[in-house]
């Protein structure tokens, strides 16, 4: 394997549209959800290490999560687990492991991959992060990985590209942001229109020139630490200027402000996994369209639920159609599934009443 290529894990979310399986104490990403008999981050981990040296796979992730990441891959070392001390979405967290890595490696070529997305073509997933790497080593380039839309989706951001193109890279014209309905139509009848799937590939050089240039502030911040990453001294240097970082995306930080960012459509089926019904789309269905998972059912009258519970447990339904229903530790949610957006505010208000997530 090239000792160049490196991978940033991110596994700092708390997955709060899964709830009640992900809490902020034991996310998602932790959880086997489809059944596989491998959590989330452990299918990612496998995968990245298709082509990247597995002691090169930094995992990004909340300090109360180490414990998690150390148990659920006994392969990664403890320098390998970059902890942050508070949440400020994704720009400081990439911008800190990154230059970390070009401590290490100033040859480094990365990619930033989501923990919890579902991939099944694992080959055709490699062979595209294979060549945005090639492209990334020879030029000063900021590339992502478009997935081809299947319906005009509302959740998601998408990435204008070149339509004169025919290269398999792309020059890209814009990134726009979650559309309505009748403007996500007109993304998908254009035909140069990529959802967004948060998939980044770069060299260490070119990533950080972007910060320095597009976000001085934070890369001073941060740049100012670097003779401590990778010593003793990090730890304290990261827990007292951590939290001064901006709240701010990579996407807002970089990504929309540089005119070097390039996408490659994949060729690989992809999946968010970011709510139930996204989880609902990747399950098998019995006859009359009921997921289940882990659980038993008899279903009468039933169509379109999801149905997760403990191994083996017995769920019985009628007259349900188009449910998420979920039976976990103290809790069982019944719920429609065209409100699963509401999970989250649900969430937050059970909290409040009983304090308890």
């Not at 959880?31 to 090169?56: A, C, V, W, Y």
């Not at 967004?196 to 590939?201: E, K, L, V």
Request: aromatic share 12%; with cysteine; charged share 25%.
């Amino acid at each position: 394997m090239n000792k160049n290529y490196y991978a940033i894990l991110m596994a700092g979310g708390i997955g709060t549209r899964f709830w009640p399986v992900s809490t902020p104490d034991f996310p998602k990403q932790f959880h086997d959800m489809l059944g596989t008999g491998d959590t989330l981050i452990q299918k990612t981990f496998q995968r990245l290490s298709r082509l990247i040296p597995k002691e090169n796979i930094f995992i990004l992730t909340n300090e109360r999560y180490n414990d998690l990441v150390l148990e659920q891959l006994p392969e990664v070392e403890q320098r390998q687990v970059v902890l942050e001390p508070a949440m400020r979405n994704t720009a400081p967290c990439i911008l800190y492991a990154a230059l970390k890595i070009q401590k290490e490696n100033n040859d480094a070529v990365m990619i930033v991959a989501p923990s919890d997305h579902w991939i099944e073509d694992e080959v055709a997933f490699t062979k595209n992060v294979q060549t945005a790497f090639d492209y990334c080593s020879e030029n000063d380039a900021l590339m992502t990985l478009g997935i081809q839309p299947t319906f005009p989706n509302t959740g998601y951001g998408y990435i204008e590209y070149n339509k004169a193109s025919t290269d398999e890279i792309k020059s890209v014209h814009q990134f726009k942001e979650k559309p309505i309905y009748e403007v996500a139509k007109q993304y998908i009848r254009q035909g140069n229109f990529l959802w967004n799937a948060g998939i980044f590939m770069w060299s260490v050089a070119s990533v950080i020139k972007a910060f320095q240039k597009n976000q001085p502030e934070l890369y001073q911040l941060f740049e100012s630490g670097l003779d401590t990453y990778n010593t003793d001294l990090e730890d304290n240097f990261i827990r007292d200027n951590y939290p001064k970082a901006e709240n701010i995306s990579v996407d807002y930080a970089i990504m929309e402000k540089s005119d070097n960012v390039f996408v490659i459509g994949a060729e690989f089926d992809w999946n968010d996994l970011g709510t139930w019904g996204s989880l609902y789309d990747k399950l098998d269905k019995d006859s009359h369209n009921n997921a289940i998972s882990n659980a038993r059912s008899l279903a009468e009258n039933a169509e379109g639920n999801i149905i997760r519970a403990p191994k083996d447990k017995l769920v019985v339904i009628d007259g349900l159609k188009d449910y998420i229903i979920v039976d976990h530790d103290k809790t069982l949610l019944i719920y429609p599934k065209d409100k699963e957006q509401d999970i989250k505010q649900i969430q937050q208000r059970i909290k409040k009443k009983y304090g308890t997530n």
